[in-house]
């Protein structure tokens, strides 16, 4: 008989509109037996280490119809990227035992069927919560996202914003190996420290203590930019189509100004699209994992050797992991945010 | 002695806000001598034959500074695309008897120093006034903008806004020949009737008719849009970033629908661009003028077969030239708006 055991669990209660709450969570208690069911294919049973928070999982906090992502289930534990070890295997990739990481529960363990997305962890000489973040999505969001989307060139002026956030920070400071200048912004002070002194931007600063964001990029961008790195759209894209250079390139990775209001802001500016010919980009990573294998034989290096630093915000235990979730929007996390649900 | 003449010319009064009136401009006479000027260098003297109304000069009509074009200078003549005769020439490009295209001002006769953009016309089996339109500016922009920023593949879905204008007849002549399915928008039934039944295009429809332009594109487009060519920019953007398809593409040619506003509209959908991967791509055809040699050569035999036709509405004479530039922004011209100043 296989042993049952208790499963916490965070189950989003109904779907949310307008800003996010801690209450539209709850703590579930379930148990599970540490088994997969007899007549389980293709399947894992999992214990859970770490979970990721991430921005786009506020769009599938609401009711969506086909959208990039799937509404989470009222009901239903919330699901996200997440480091696991595997309980049980009936998929031929997967052993007892093994590492992974990708789409898990947030529940202490969970069975995995849609396992086309999961990913052996080879490499563990380096913290197995990265795989939340510089060797999981984001890391490989901010890979595909500068050398594919942005097309580079050695000497350009990159603005990311969010620039300290999970794919911030490595979007800079791939830009600063390339040979950009690079400049970021954020909403404190400890995260403007971060972007000068530990991740080696050139520059950084608080929009929140920007009157006008126009004169602040003008300020750091005398000659303008050629590339931005699109995290939170809204006044700040606005800002920067003003101060673009020509055949500027934007990628657009995300807009979390926006996730929270029931109409986006409008941005005005697009004009300028057409002025300075430049190209803005929207792109997922899911268009990109197949470069995954080389991204890992650039990064591993590179996280060994110093050359790129990572910083991680880590809430401890599932019962913090809806207010760390919240906390995204707001901006209260600095670096990246995981939660630890058990060490390992 | 040369011979002095009398020569009209329109003259921009005074820097222009908001929506632009014909009296923003009057008719001054002024006389010219039909010989360079003694000493005259890289100049040619021409009398001007087809004057071109294009909505990119409303930009021209404000005091405007660091911007993509120069503003036009009050007191002085109105400057633009038009097709001429040379009278003289000390450029060794140019002889007199020669035709020719490019900036000439809006006057009966003009001597023209910066020649660096006039192209000598060699092909004159086709209407002269084509230079304006189908063999000038706008035919270029409608190449480039379609085959070098759209990326087309055969069988794709384009949609195209103010469709029946100068670029747009031809980039959905262009798309039709390359084996796209074509809907076009306009803002009358006469331009309806043009797109459907004398360009080809597969759909078109009445954007002024339209309730709710989202469903009126669901209504062509129940599989979405591949490929927007985008000539009107405010809620007409707004409603086809909703309807792209993944990896679709928009070309940004203009934004007519904004150029008399104080402030632009707000676009409200762009979070479109990340969750369906699109390339939006602003351009300008200066930086494609490289290839129109190779236009022409593709364009002149599709004319002479008969496989690409062109809708011009004509003025005639200087003194309607200011109500045909304003008419473009009401949409009161059916086809290429161009003023003929002399017929030859």
Chains 1, 2 share one sequence.
Request: charged share 20%; hydrophobic share 40%; glycine share 10%.
């Amino acid at each position: 008989m296989a042993e049952e055991v208790s499963n916490k669990q965070v189950v989003l209660k109904n779907y949310v509109s307008g800003f996010p709450k801690e209450s539209d969570m709850e703590i579930k208690k379930s148990s599970i037996k540490l088994k997969l069911p007899e007549g389980s294919s293709e399947a894992v049973l999992v214990k859970n280490l770490y979970l990721s928070c991430d921005p786009y999982m506020r769009n599938r906090m609401s009711k969506m119809e086909g959208s990039y992502v799937e509404s989470f289930i009222p009901g239903s534990p919330i699901v996200g990227y997440g480091v696991a070890r595997v309980l049980d295997s009936t998929h031929s990739n997967f052993n007892k035992g093994d590492l992974l990481w990708g789409f898990t529960g947030w529940e202490e363990y969970s069975i995995i069927t849609a396992t086309q997305g999961l990913i052996k962890i080879q490499h563990t000489d380096v913290p197995l919560s990265y795989y939340t973040g510089i060797l999981g999505m984001p890391g490989m969001t901010a890979y595909a996202g500068f050398f594919e989307v942005c097309s580079p060139k050695k000497g350009e002026r990159v603005f990311i914003s969010a620039a300290s956030g999970a794919v911030g920070q490595l979007v800079g400071q791939f830009a600063k190996l390339f040979g950009c200048y690079v400049v970021g912004s954020a909403g404190s002070k400890e995260k403007i420290d971060l972007l000068k002194n530990k991740f080696g931007f050139d520059e950084a600063f608080n929009y929140k203590e920007e009157q006008d964001l126009d004169a602040a990029l003008k300020r750091y961008f005398p000659e303008g930019i050629d590339i931005y790195f699109e995290n939170v759209g809204g006044k700040m894209l606005d800002a920067v189509l003003l101060n673009m250079r020509l055949h500027g390139r934007i990628a657009v990775c995300g807009m979390i100004s926006q996730y929270n209001l029931d109409q986006n802001e409008g941005v005005h500016n697009l004009f300028c699209l057409i002025t300075k010919r430049i190209r803005m980009e929207g792109f997922l990573v899911f268009d990109y994992y197949h470069l995954y294998p080389k991204f890992l034989e650039v990064i591993l290096p590179q996280i060994k050797e110093g050359k790129v630093v990572y910083v991680e915000d880590i809430a401890e235990g599932l019962e913090n992991a809806p207010s760390a979730l919240i906390g995204l929007f707001s901006g209260r996390n600095t670096g990246k945010q995981l939660v630890v649900v058990a060490p390992e």
